[in-house]
Each structure stands twice: as structure tokens, then as C-alpha cells.
């Protein structure tokens, strides 16, 4: 019943999965890992608009988004339905104002503690939506979606330059939505993601107590766009990945921080990121050595 679903049922009521006929979708950190797997599962990647600081592998993925944007159109003619032409994707691709969902995926790791951590890339952020905006607040209509971290929700030792741009992305967004909120923009939805670690490489070497890991293994990237993307099209304003990020945050935001402190040092969490900061400084000082630095 609609009644149920738009009130406090909501939340016993599972929800209904909208369908996305014709979205453009934006995207930043497309290059790889799950910005690349975002950019292949949303609807309407026929005509997305991908960006990444990573040039070549941006242009890897765009590739792939034009190639499913070719099947796609050779499906929509078979079928007859002439809403995916060419034409339509390309005016699609050059009113970049119109597009109805802006994705910001972008991350920033240096593999450095803070103080080794150039300015530069704890400065560097991920503030895209801002171009799409207005327009979607002059229609009222979109969807933002801001993928951060659980890394975004609580932090660890030695990567103070990913946990700024995480817990930054975060509040960002929350401040966003009351925005949105305030100024009854209510057919702009707003959905933000915080997956656990995820198995792409970028924190490889990041071991907890290995008495926890086979409770708490990382996520693989397709498991986890899985979700998100599930979250996305049924307007979920957050989804944390694994289930267990919801109870560690909320412990997180009521016991004292010693209390916290125990709880990282009993998961293995307090230190987790040194095996990756360590091979990371081992890669640099070895090709400065190939490089005769």
C-alpha cells in the first residue's frame, strides 16, 4: 500500500526498486577498481560521464562505457524503442547539466604517515556535485550519491590523508542533504555509501587479528556495487557494507574513546594499516634505487 510505504512502514516494508529509463550519470574516480565497476553498472551508462586524475585508465573505462553503450542502442533499434538513438545519447553526453545522477567516488591515499604526506593530497577533493547542482535543484530532480568509507565513519592510524578526504566526503554530504531538505527539494535523492575495505588493491598489505579475518575478510568490488547500487535505485540514504560497519559505528559513537581505543587493539585495527604503509615505503625506495635516485 502507498500509505504504508511513504510512512514509518517504510522500514518494515521492503522497497520498491525504481527504474532509470534515460539518466545520464556522472561519475569521478572511474579509472579503476570500484569507480569502473560504478560506471559499468548504472543505469543509463550508455551515456556516463566518467573522470579520473589517471588519464590512460580513465580512458580504458570510457571505452567500456562507450562499448555498452553500442550493444545497448543495437538492443533499443532490435526492440524498436527509438528513447536510446545515437542522437539522443549524444545530446545526452553534451548537456552535461541535464544528467540526473552525480556519483563521487574519488579517493585519496598516500601510503604515508601525516607527517610524510605531501599538502597537496590531503587538500584534494572530490566537490564535482557542485557543477550539477543547480540544475537539478531548478528541476528538482536527481540523485547524489557520495561513495565514502567506513574509514569515513571511524579512522585508524596512517591514513590520516584517506580518512580526511572520507570523513570530509561524509559530512559534505550530510550537510547536502539537510540542505536539500530544508529547501524541500524532495525529488533530489540523496544516498551515501560506506563499504569496509574493499579487495582492489589500493590498501593491500592491511591485515587485522588474523583470529578476526576470516569473520571480517575485505569485500570483493563486485559484491559491494552490488549493494550500493541496490541502495541507489530503492533511495536508501546510506548503506553501510557488511552490516557489522552499522555496530561498530554506533559503538564508536557512545563508548569514551579509550573504550574505542581497546576495541581497535582487540580487532587488530589500531595498527592495520602498517603492513600496507611498509610496502608501499619498500615499492618507493625501490624504484628510486632502479631510478638511480
Not at 556516463?48 to 585508465?57: F, R
Not at 566526503?169 to 531538505?181: M, N, P, Q, T, W
Request: aromatic share 6%.
Amino acid at each position: 500500500p502507498v500509505g504504508l510505504r511513504a510512512g514509518g512502514g517504510r522500514w518494515l516494508v521492503r522497497p520498491r526498486r525504481r527504474v532509470c529509463p534515460g539518466r545520464w550519470p556522472s561519475l569521478t574516480g572511474a579509472g579503476s577498481g570500484l569507480g569502473r565497476l560504478f560506471a559499468l553498472s548504472l543505469p543509463g551508462a550508455r551515456a556516463a560521464g566518467v573522470w579520473d586524475i589517471n588519464t590512460q585508465s580513465n580512458e580504458e573505462t570510457a571505452g567500456m562505457v562507450r562499448h555498452i553503450s553500442r550493444e545497448l542502442e543495437e538492443q533499443d533499434k532490435l526492440r524498436g524503442d527509438e528513447r536510446a538513438s545515437t542522437p539522443h545519447a549524444e545530446k545526452g553526453r553534451r548537456e552535461v547539466g541535464s544528467e540526473s545522477i552525480s556519483l563521487n567516488n574519488a579517493g585519496v591515499v598516500s601510503g604515508h604517515h601525516l607527517l610524510e604526506c605531501p599538502d597537496e593530497l590531503i587538500e584534494r577533493t572530490m566537490m564535482t556535485t557542485k557543477a550539477f547542482l543547480p540544475k537539478m535543484m531548478e528541476m528538482n530532480h536527481g540523485h547524489i550519491v557520495t561513495v565514502a568509507s567506513s574509514l569515513g565513519l571511524f579512522s585508524t592510524a596512517g591514513v590520516e590523508d584517506y580518512c580526511a578526504s572520507k570523513f570530509g566526503a561524509v559530512g559534505f554530504h550530510e550537510s547536502l542533504s539537510h540542505e536539500l531538505k530544508a529547501a524541500d527539494k524532495d525529488g533530489i535523492k540523496a544516498t551515501l555509501v560506506c563499504p569496509y575495505l574493499v579487495d582492489t588493491g589500493m590498501f593491500r598489505g592491511c591485515r587485522i587479528r588474523k583470529e578476526i579475518e576470516p569473520f571480517l575478510p575485505p569485500l570483493k568490488p563486485d559484491y559491494c556495487v552490488k549493494q550500493a547500487m541496490r541502495a541507489i535505485l530503492t533511495d536508501q540514504p546510506m548503506i553501510c557494507t557488511p552490516r557489522l560497519m552499522y555496530i561498530v559505528t554506533c559503538m564508536k559513537s557512545i563508548l569514551p574513546f579509550e573504550a574505542v581505543v581497546c576495541m581497535y587493539r582487540f580487532l587488530g585495527a589500531d595498527k592495520c594499516m602498517y603492513p600496507f604503509i611498509a610496502q608501499r615505503k619498500q615499492a618507493t625506495n625501490n624504484n628510486e634505487a632502479k631510478n638511480g635516485i
